[in-house]
T-cell receptor
Framework: NAGVMQNPRHLVRRRGQEARLRCSPMKGHSHVYWYRQLPEEGLKFMVYLQKENIIDESGMPKERFSAEFPKEGPSILRIQQVVRGDSAAYFC????????????FGDGTRLSIL | QKEVEQDPGPLSVPEGAIVSLNCTYSNSAFQYFMWYRQYSRKGPELLMYTYSSGNKEDGRFTAQVDKSSKYISLFIRDSQPSDSATYLC?????????????FGTGTQLKVEL
């Protein structure tokens, strides 16, 4: 499968725990984007990364959220001390190095906070 | 006011109908316009990707962009039950800080037999 791979597909955490969401981009893609989709709302941009660099994090909450895209391995979206309001579907997208190429999405991680 | 407005529907049409989906936007910096289809519990799937104003056709799908009116459309001809999904419009500016996509809230479409 050459598509964007996200895991886990479903993640349940209790309030105060940490959530780690992983994203492997499409083969040949070096740009990764994270979006969050709340019920009844559209997808909202969170962060844009290239290998070992955060390019745009203007959509990230100021606290508890962080993202990385290391030289080796998948991109990670990390949420510390989760709260009920973090329950959402988190989608990762990737694009190739050419700047005007479209973004292709994975099937998301659905995070539920108990 | 949201940067991108999209009627949430639901929109119900009979099989074989022509479907028209629309979005309006307020940010004149948007240059790239996309339509994604999203089935329940799945990720958005890219349908159409256009730059600036004009029309683009791909099979049963036609995308139109009118930048002067800040209005984009997606037409689906000969609609099928398998087209039942939520359709998301998305747009972005040029390179550099413009890579992030701004989405509409999506229109839910149901094509009935």
């Amino acid at each position: 499968n050459a598509g964007v791979m996200q895991n886990p597909r479903h993640l349940v955490r209790r309030r105060g725990q940490e959530a780690r969401l992983r994203c492997s981009p499409m083969k040949g893609h070096s740009h990764v984007y994270w979006y969050r989709q709340l019920p009844e709302e559209g997808l909202k941009f969170m962060v844009y990364l290239q290998k070992e660099n955060i390019i745009d994090e203007s959509g990230m909450p100021k606290e508890r959220f962080s993202a990385e895209f290391p030289k080796e391995g998948p991109s990670i979206l990390r949420i510390q001390q989760v709260v009920r309001g973090d329950s959402a579907a988190y989608f990762c997208a990737s694009s190739s190095e050419t700047s005007n190429q479209p973004q292709h999405f994975g099937d998301g991680t659905r995070l539920s906070i108990l | 006011q949201k940067e991108v407005e999209q009627d949430p529907g639901p929109l119900s049409v009979p099989e074989g109908a022509i479907v028209s989906l629309n979005c309006t936007y307020s940010n004149s910096a948007f240059q790239y316009f996309m339509w994604y289809r999203q089935y329940s519990r799945k990720g958005p799937e890219l349908l159409m990707y256009t730059y600036s104003s004009g029309n683009k056709e791909d099979g049963r799908f036609t995308a139109q962009v009118d930048k002067s009116s800040k209005y984009i459309s997606l037409f689906i001809r000969d609609s099928q039950p398998s087209d039942s999904a939520t359709y998301l419009c998305a747009m972005r500016g040029l390179t550099g800080g413009g890579n992030k996509l701004t989405f509409g809230t999506g229109t839910q479409l149901k094509v009935e037999l």
